[in-house]
T-cell receptor, first 111, second 112 residues
Framework: DQQVKQNSPSLSVQEGRISILNCDYTNSMFDYFLWYKKYPAEGPTFLISISSIKDKNEDGRFTVFLNKSAKHLSLHIVPSQPGDSAVYFC??????????FGQGTELSVKP | KAGVTQTPRYLIKTRGQQVTLSCSPISGHRSVSWYQQTPGQGLQFLFEYFSETQRNKGNFPGRFSGRQFSNSRSEMNVSTLELGDSALYLC???????????FGNGTRLTVT
């Protein structure tokens, strides 16, 4: 049972444009959500997080939006840069428990 | 501060063998989690250790086991290897298991 789903395995965006990565979850008890970025041959690195009491969190070019009623999470990258090309994983947890990850979306930013 | 260190980086084993992977967490971190990454499956949670005790466990068979030592270093063991165990195994540490995880670069296991 995939509790966290990233339905788009890949996304291609032009440099300077907005990248929108989506994530859906099924467990309404999740209260903490995170995005990780992974380059080949490296481990995932933490990007940004959001608590379920918020609906938006910004950090520079990265903004995460949470729609609890739709059980939907999205990551916006503006403007997108070639160095953003990587695999992005969303993850969720409940009361500090284990992180459940999605399958990942491979973002390619074209110059 | 040194990051999470995993050894070895690459490993090739044959079916039926067993393997032990090692993870040294960031200094001061007491929680260590293990994940398996395979294409199309994302990161699947294996288990989490905190202060030498297994605190959480994922849905993997008993062939997958782990332990944590008093210095927070952790090992993961897989016995009777199967072809399907070929994957990238990632270790992650955090101070208490609730803060964002810091991942190592993983051990790439290939079972032939």
């Amino acid at each position: 049972d995939q509790q966290v789903k990233q339905n788009s395995p890949s996304l291609s965006v032009q440099e300077g444009r907005i990248s929108i990565l989506n994530c859906d979850y099924t467990n309404s008890m999740f209260d903490y959500f995170l995005w990780y970025k992974k380059y080949p041959a490296e481990g995932p690195t933490f990007l940004i997080s959001i608590s379920s009491i918020k609906d938006k969190n910004e950090d520079g070019r990265f903004t995460v939006f949470l729609n609890k009623s739709a059980k939907h999470l999205s990551l916006h990258i503006v403007p997108s840069q070639p160095g953003d090309s990587a695999v992005y994983f969303c993850a969720a947890s409940y009361q500090g428990g284990k992180l459940i990850f999605g399958q990942g979306t491979e973002l390619s930013v074209k110059p | 501060k040194a990051g999470v260190t995993q050894t070895p980086r690459y490993l090739i084993k044959t079916r039926g063998q067993q393997v032990t992977l090692s993870c040294s967490p960031i200094s001061g971190h007491r929680s260590v989690s293990w994940y398996q990454q395979t294409p199309g499956q994302g990161l699947q949670f294996l288990f989490e250790y905190f202060s030498e005790t297994q605190r959480n466990k994922g849905n993997f068979p008993g062939r997958f086991s782990g332990r944590q030592f008093s210095n927070s270093r952790s090992e993961m063991n897989v016995s009777t290897l199967e072809l399907g165990d070929s994957a990238l195994y990632l270790c992650a540490s955090s101070f208490d298991g609730t803060s964002p995880l810091h991942f190592g670069n993983g051990t790439r296991l290939t079972v032939t």
